[in-house]
């Protein structure tokens, strides 16, 4: 069964520092990628996503990823992470069909 | 444009009470979809509806049962609710038709079985 790994689930950073959050998944066939952002209080809300072309995506406030085919893997990056970034982040996976899974989601906290 | 609207935000219910979770969306969405969000579980698939008049089972479905009632609306409903069904229920859509999309969410509603 395809499954999304998220490796760290509580991260906490200082305001300026780099950010890395890890996200692998089970799957051998094409695959669509996306990161979702969820702030507190609020639904999720798309960062960026990956469907084909160049595997380092750029999204909103700063984000990118970089899909790596080999290691099937998807990590989100920032380089200078804000108080305003706190919140959880989900990879999700989708392989063509109507399904999209989850990973179990990574809490940040960003110390002002 | 308010997107995907779930109604109640909030609720409590006690052990074998039955509701129903509402949500429209009205960005013309061709997929629609039911999750439960539960620390440390990220989100789950409880049912989804690729089109109108077709639903399935995702993950997670005992318990719930679901109606595509027209394109816009899918409801979610508990004939007897259960503490595990404690949860933070999310609805989402996505355009579908054989296109790979990404999904568009509901504000949530955050449900408590006593």
């Known amino acids: 069964a395809q499954s999304v790994s998220q490796h760290n689930h509580h991260v906490i950073l200082s305001e300026a520092a780099s950010l890395e959050l890890g996200c692998n998944y089970s799957?051998?066939?094409?695959?669509?990628l996306f990161w979702y952002v969820q702030y507190p209080g609020q639904h999720l809300q798309l960062l960026l996503k990956?469907?084909?072309?160049?595997?380092l995506v750029k999204g909103i406030k700063g984000f990118e990823a970089e899909f790596i085919k080999s290691k099937f893997s998807f990590n989100l990056r920032k380089p200078s992470v804000q108080w305003s970034d706190t919140a959880e982040y989900f990879c999700a996976v989708n392989t063509g069909g109507f399904k999209t899974i989850f990973g179990a989601g990574t809490r940040l906290f960003v110390k002002a | 444009n308010a997107g995907v609207t779930q109604t109640p935000k909030f609720q409590v219910l006690k052990t074998g009470q039955s509701m129903t979770l509402q949500c429209a969306q009205d960005?013309?969405?061709?997929?629609m979809y039911w999750y439960r969000q539960d620390p440390g579980m990220g989100l789950r698939l409880i049912y989804y509806s690729a089109s109108e008049g077709t639903t399935d089972k995702g993950e997670v479905p005992n318990g719930y049962n679901v109606s595509r009632l027209n394109k816009r609306e899918f409801s979610l409903r508990l004939e007897s609710a259960a503490p595990s069904q404690t949860s933070v229920y999310f609805c989402a859509s996505r355009l579908g038709q054989g296109l790979v999309t990404e999904a568009f969410f509901g504000q949530g509603t955050r449900l408590t079985v006593v």
């Open positions: 990956y469907f084909s072309g160049d595997p």
């Open positions: 799957y051998g066939g094409t695959v669509n």
């Open positions: 960005m013309n969405h061709n997929s």
